[in-house]
């Protein structure tokens, strides 16, 4: 939450008044130089989103914390040139980088908490880190420009709180791909609810055959083995059940276990 809010309120916030304020740069333009590179932000952001979806979440976060790192310098040595051509590409690198971000963290921050407290300690957690530092980071970098007489102070923020989002990101657990904590697993489809409902039945009659086998004499193992064979084709089809009151009833319904449209999760761990 630190490095989406300090670099969110450094590029959007802090940087117009920047460049007007200390660099005396033209207001208007500048405010159309942001304009630009917010509105080449959106498709950024939905290929960083698909680029998570593909290697993860934890990867596109750690680029964009390394991205700040190293290139802070050189995005806000291009806008103290004081030129359009110049103050267009540094700023766009800022926006890159912060697009890094906006694309994976309104799916990360919730992953991180229970279904039972989700709501409750990501708005606690996301509002206080804006309040403490996504608020406050124009006016103490003004600050300290003024202070230090240091024009490249903002970039000298962005490096230091990208060493925490780091460190941060690195102790993070990947969540992409993986059921949220405390939500029972979910289906895409109809058809998927029937073939999950079928395959997990199967995997406990399954499983009790096997058991009642080494308990019996060998007869009475092969004759429970051709039973289950005999039976699997009618048993699936007697298994298939409602997840909720949407699917028609064929069987009975598993608890826990409920339909969901949005999107596909991970449905490991439900025959266990």
């Not at 007697?238 to 276990?257: E, H, I, Q």
Request: proline share 7%; glycine share 8%; charged share 15%.
């Amino acid at each position: 939450m630190l490095i989406f809010n300090v670099t969110n309120y450094m590029a959007l916030s802090y940087l117009p008044s920047y460049l007007s304020a200390t660099l005396k740069f033209n207001e208007m333009h500048g405010l159309f130089i942001m304009l630009v590179v917010m509105v080449l932000m959106m498709p950024l952001t939905l290929l960083c989103s698909r680029l998570s979806d593909a290697i993860g979440r934890k990867p596109v976060m750690l680029a964009g914390c390394v991205g700040l790192l190293l290139l802070s310098i050189p995005a806000l040595s291009l806008i103290r040139m004081g030129t359009i051509p110049s103050i267009f590409p540094g700023m766009m690198i800022l926006g890159a980088l912060l697009s890094t971000f906006t694309s994976v963290m309104p799916s990360s921050l919730p992953a991180l908490f229970p279904t039972k407290i989700r709501y409750g300690a990501l708005a606690i957690g996301f509002n206080v880190s804006v309040l403490l530092f996504g608020g406050t980071t124009p006016l103490v970098t003004a600050w300290l420009v003024e202070k230090t007489g240091m024009l490249m102070m903002p970039a000298y923020y962005l490096m230091g709180v990208s060493v925490i989002g780091i460190v941060s990101v690195i102790a993070l657990h990947e969540s992409a791909k993986k059921p949220l904590k405390g939500s029972p697993p979910a289906v895409a489809s109809h058809s998927e609810a029937r073939r999950c409902c079928a395959a997990i039945a199967w995997c406990r009659r399954w499983t009790i055959i096997c058991w009642k086998a080494r308990r019996a004499p060998k007869r009475a193992a092969q004759s429970a083995l051709d039973e289950a064979d005999a039976s699997r084709v009618g048993f699936f089809y007697a298994s298939s059940a409602t997840v909720t009151g949407n699917l028609k009833r064929r069987g009975p319904a598993l608890p826990g276990f409920t339909y969901s449209t949005p999107s596909r999760r991970s449905m490991s761990g439900l025959c266990e």
